[in-house]
């Protein structure tokens, strides 16, 4: 069992960035595949961005490719999220998930391991 503890979120302005923090405590984030997802108010949440378990490699929704980057320090035992060019519809709790899945995850039913989220506010 994997326990995770988000952090980073804010009130930013529009075009800002911001970077999100997803660290793990018990065992190695290398071992899951960790993802990143978002609710806004009223809406269901959703993907974002994932990260595979061992090879790392990135995957993203198609929304946030190329503003959004996703990146793993093992040392830290932390997933970070790097948010550029922030826009208004980006206000949303964020959550980082994980699952020991070999395999790409976007849903939300794919990730067994949730945090508690951190709230990200985007004004115009």
């Known amino acids: 069992q994997v326990q995770l503890t988000e952090s980073g979120g804010g009130l930013v302005q529009a075009g800002d960035s911001l970077r999100l923090s997803c660290a793990a405590s018990?065992?190695?984030?290398?071992?899951?595949?960790v993802g990143w997802f978002r609710q806004a108010p009223g809406r269901e949440r959703e993907f974002v961005a994932g990260?595979?378990?061992?090879?790392?490699?990135?995957y993203y929704e198609d929304s946030v490719k190329g503003r959004f980057t996703i990146s793993r320090d093992n040392a830290q035992n932390t997933v970070y999220l790097y948010m550029k060019n922030l826009k208004p519809d980006g206000t949303a709790v964020y959550y980082c998930a994980a699952e020991t899945s070999l395999y790409k995850r976007e849903r939300v039913s794919g990730f067994h391991y949730w945090g508690q989220g951190t709230q990200v506010t985007v004004s115009s």
């Open positions: 018990t065992r190695s984030l290398s071992d899951y595949t």
């Open positions: 990260i595979m378990r061992n090879i790392g490699s990135p």
